[in-house]
Each structure stands twice: as C-alpha cells, then as structure tokens.
C-alpha cells in the first residue's frame, strides 16, 4: 500500500463501515462531496472500482471488500503502536 494517501484510505474505511458517503462524511467532520472526490482519487489511484454508488447507500464491491480487510489490519496495527 506504499505510495497511497493514508487520508483517503481512512476515508474509506469509514465510508466501508457506515455504508453511506453522508454518514460517512458526517462521521469524518467533511462534506459529502469531499468523500466522495477522496474515494474516487483513491479509485483512480488504485485504478480500480472500490464501491458502487447509489442514491442512498454504497456498496463495496469484491476489491472494495478485500481492501477494507487490509486496511483494518494496517489501522489495528497503528493503534497497537500507539
């Protein structure tokens, strides 16, 4: 994950656990918009779709999945160091 805007990455996380960009952004002290750029940055970035948008939710898809595992296990071990 060298090379990556941890921000964003925490951004997706939180978007990952509420299940929404509103809830997420209300969580994060930011507007909606400002987490949805951060996640399609961090898409763009990855070049890859990490989740499906809707009106009212969003949905990991099968990368998005795989990648809030591994970012939970990079935020465990911060939080171990810490």
Known sequence: M????YKHLHYF????HEGSMTRA???LGMTQSGVSK????L???LDTRLVHRTSRAVELTEEGRALVERVAAHLAG???AA
């Open 2 to 5: 060298s090379n990556l805007n």
């Open 13 to 16: 996380w939180v978007v990952a």
């Open 25 to 27: 952004a209300e969580r």
């Open 38 to 41: 951060a996640i399609a940055k």
């Open 43 to 45: 898409e763009a970035r």
């Open 78 to 80: 911060i939080g171990e």
